[in-house]
């Protein structure tokens, strides 16, 4: 007689166990590894978009003129000096930026940056060897989409006195040339800026400028979102709480916009957030994650 080989009961238990163990534990394990990759693609994604915030936010501070710094609690908010901004209230980081683009152009500069003090100089313009406003004019269109030119920009003097309240035109339009900031039109000669608002009769003019055609603002709204604002002109009245800026969405879903600045040296912090979901069917959210990224700007 053949004898035919089974399992015996207390092999079947073992077995049966064995499999309970390895069903509770692999599904975990299985459960935690997906997990962790959520993490490690929700942390990458937030780091990447983080960074990138940062470093677009500061390319643009970095060719500010420092004095025009301000802080605001909210759009309309009163115009602060930024070593006097503290505290989270403060939403909106807002300045004067020179016009680098122009400055640097693909030959020479459109502007030299210099003006000639020469008293033989007829008065009410400005000369400023190896400037050319018809080249100024035409590369401001360009990057304003044909809404700006040379006659909405203004100068900036290395070394003049200014007042954050009333210099750069945060409360309103400069009604003067005594200000930090002079508006300009341009005369017919491409190396001479005239007033646009007065007269320079008066005003003190230093041997260096430079020339601005825009502010810039970053708002971090009620929305979680990182907006930019460009291509308006405080000099001449304009303002981001009455619409007169462009806007583009930096990045979504940002916790917190902080700044603050030691001298002329500034430090930014961008945190976003995401909820992390489990990815069934109930789509049950089963964590929270944040970044933080600085930078700071000289």
């Not at 990182?226 to 800026?245: E, F, K, R, T």
């Not at 600045?261 to 961008?270: L, T």
């Not at 979901?277 to 700007?297: A, R």
């Amino acid at each position: 007689m053949r004898k035919r080989w089974a399992f015996t009961m207390i092999e079947l238990i073992f077995v049966i166990v064995v499999m309970g163990i390895i069903g509770k534990f692999g599904a975990e394990f299985l459960a935690q590894a997906y997990r962790s990759f959520i993490f490690s693609s929700v942390n990458n994604s937030l780091l990447s978009k983080s960074a990138s915030a940062v470093e677009f936010i500061g390319s643009r501070l970095q060719y500010r003129i420092k004095d025009s710094m301000i802080a605001r609690a909210g759009k309309a908010g009163t115009a602060t000096g930024i070593g006097s901004a503290s505290g989270t209230a403060f939403t909106v980081l807002e300045w004067v930026s020179t016009d680098i683009d122009g400055y640097r152009s693909t030959t020479v500069p459109n502007w030299s940056g210099i003006a000639d003090l020469d008293p033989g100089q007829a008065l009410g313009v400005i000369e400023s060897p190896a400037t050319n406003t018809g080249a100024i004019n035409a590369l401001i269109s360009t990057l304003s989409y044909g809404d700006t030119g040379v006659n909405d920009a203004a100068l900036y003097f290395i070394g003049s006195n200014s007042d954050i309240t009333t210099g750069y035109g945060w409360n309103g339009a400069l009604a003067d040339q005594t200000g930090a900031m002079h508006p300009i039109n341009t005369t017919g000669v491409a190396t001479q800026f005239a007033p646009a608002v007065g007269t320079f009769t008066g005003v003190d003019i230093y041997e260096y400028y430079k020339l601005a055609w825009t502010a810039y603002a970053i708002e971090h709204d009620a929305n979680g979102d990182l907006i930019l604002h460009y291509d308006y002109q405080p000099w001449n009245g304009d303002s981001i709480a009455a619409g007169d800026s462009k806007t583009a969405i930096i990045m979504e879903d940002v916790s917190t916009f902080q700044f603050m600045a030691i001298g002329s040296i500034i430090k930014i912090q961008v945190c976003t957030q995401s909820d992390i979901i489990d990815g069934d069917s109930n789509e049950d959210v089963i964590g929270g994650y944040s970044l933080c990224k600085e930078k700071t700007i000289f």
